[in-house]
């Protein structure tokens, strides 16, 4: 089942309050393909941002970070 980006109404709504959300995504043109595409393309790089992270994290050794900064936080003299 692949999603639509597309928004609607919540099945078990009474017969107003769906009319509303019709009305609603009408007017604000919620649908428009310009917003469905734009939305396609937001999640599949939102999802390819996070299964990069997620790569990363495997396959990171636990004490070492990007760039080469070290996660442990250190003082230096003379600094609180």
């Not at 970070?65 to 250190?74: E, I, Q, V």
């Amino acid at each position: 089942m692949g999603a639509t980006f597309q928004f609607g109404y919540l099945p078990g709504l009474n017969e107003r309050l769906r009319q509303r959300a019709e009305y609603t995504c009408t007017v604000l043109g919620l649908n428009r393909e310009v917003l469905v595409e734009a939305r396609r393309d937001a999640f599949g790089s939102y999802r390819s941002r996070a299964l990069a992270r997620e790569s990363y994290a495997a396959s990171a050794a636990v004490d070492e970070a990007p760039y080469g900064f070290s996660r442990r936080l250190s003082v230096s003299a003379g600094c609180i």
